[in-house]
Nanobody, 124 residues
Framework: QVQLVESGGGMVQAGGSLRLSCAAS????????MGWFRQAPGKEREFVAA????????DYADSVKGRFTISRDNAKNTVFLQMNSLKPEDTALYYC?????????????????WGQGTQVTVSS
């Protein structure tokens, strides 16, 4: 089991940037694939980005490719989501998730551990 705590959310104008962090506690963080998901009001939770345990493989939703970058620091048990060129449609509650020994899935059901989320609001 791993416990996840997200931070770094906030309010920003369109075109701005934010960097989300997800700190993990517990054992063997480096064995987990990590994912970022988001959920806007009235919408289903959707995949944003994922990274495998080594950081050698990443995947992104088409809507964020070229604007968002996922990375991890296994020595600090932390995964990051750098978000640039933010748009109002990026407004959502952003969740960090962990999948032990996972491939970095786009499916939320693949992830066993979830944080509480951090709110991102982008104004036009």
């Amino acid at each position: 089991q791993v416990q996840l705590v997200e931070s770094g959310g906030g309010m920003v104008q369109a075109g701005g940037s934010l960097r989300l962090s997800c700190a993990a506690s517990g054992s063997a963080f480096s064995s987990y694939a990590m994912g970022w998901f988001r959920q806007a009001p009235g919408k289903e939770r959707e995949f944003v980005a994922a990274i495998r345990w080594s950081g050698s493989y990443t995947d992104y939703a088409d809507s964020v490719k070229g604007r968002f970058t996922i990375s991890r620091d296994n020595a600090k048990n932390t995964v990051f989501l750098q978000m640039n060129s933010l748009k109002p449609e990026d407004t959502a509650l952003y969740y960090c998730a962990a999948d032990r020994y996972g491939p970095g899935s786009v499916r939320s059901s693949a992830y066993e551990n979830w944080g509480q989320g951090t709110q991102v609001t982008v104004s036009s």
